[in-house]
T-cell receptor, first 112, second 112 residues
Framework: NAGVTQTPKFRVLKTGQSMTLLCAQD?????MYWYRQDPGMGLRLIHYSVGEGTTAKGEVPDGYNVSRLKKQNFLLGLESAAPSQTSVYFC???????????FGPGTRLTVL | AQSVTQLDSHVSVSEGTPVLLRCNYS??????LFWYVQHPNKGLQLLLKYTSAATLVKGINGFEAEFKKSETSFHLTKPSAHMSDAAEYFCVVSQYGNKLVFGAGTILRVKS
């Protein structure tokens, strides 16, 4: 998956618990993205980053926070998990000027 | 704003017969368009991309797509389906070169 790793691969949470998903890249790309995938809805953008120390909201940012303290890492946090956040989460990277994105293997999250 | 409509949620073909997955897009300017494939429980892999060069784009594994501006379409085709082509396919448009907008996906089933 083009130098993009995600941890963990699977996680089960109870409602109200918190967790952090880690996306790491070894391609030195500036742009990093977090998506969620739900059946019949394609992938929807949660948050993204255009460089170290920057973040921006995507299409469905509510209930999530992100940080990009190091260029190679992009963290997605859930402060108080809800069942509606049960999904598969994908991280992606992009190197300018190309608009092609490379995706990680995904994290399957279940919130009970 | 850009948007993508995949006209079929499921397509079923017999092995060795042609594949056609339909995609229409909406864009206020000349778009970049992509097709991604996702095999069961896997990440997303880029099949092909259109970036305003040739209107007929060839991708991996024998797939190709034709950009038709007059019809705002970017349909994906393959002359002869193989069992390994069974997967979910996403048509994607690039929004302002930064963010991707995904269609809802088409699940391709290949019958032996």
């Amino acid at each position: 998956n083009a130098g993009v790793t995600q941890t963990p691969k699977f996680r089960v949470l109870k409602t109200g618990q918190s967790m952090t998903l880690l996306c790491a890249q070894d391609m030195n790309h500036e742009y990093m993205y977090w998506y969620r995938q739900d059946p019949g809805m394609g992938l929807r953008l949660i948050h993204y980053s255009v460089g170290e120390g920057t973040t921006a909201k995507g299409e469905v940012p509510d209930g999530y926070n992100v940080s990009r303290l190091k260029k190679q890492n992009f963290l997605l946090g859930l402060e108080s998990a809800a069942p509606s956040q049960t999904s598969v989460y994908f991280c992606a990277i992009r190197g300018a000027p190309s608009d092609e994105q490379f995706f990680g293997p995904g994290t399957r999250l279940t919130v009970l | 704003a850009q948007s993508v409509t995949q006209l079929d949620s499921h397509v079923s073909v017999s092995e060795g017969t042609p594949v056609l997955l339909r995609c229409n897009y909406s864009s206020s300017y000349s778009p970049s368009l992509f097709w991604y494939v996702q095999h069961p429980n896997k990440g997303l892999q880029l099949l092909l991309k259109y970036t305003s060069a040739a209107t007929l784009v060839k991708g991996i594994n024998g797939f190709e797509a034709e950009f038709k501006k007059s019809e705002t379409s970017f349909h994906l085709t393959k002359p002869s389906a193989h069992m390994s082509d069974a997967a979910e396919y996403f048509c994607v448009v690039s929004q302002y070169g930064n963010k991707l907008v995904f269609g809802a996906g088409t699940i391709l089933r290949v019958k032996s």
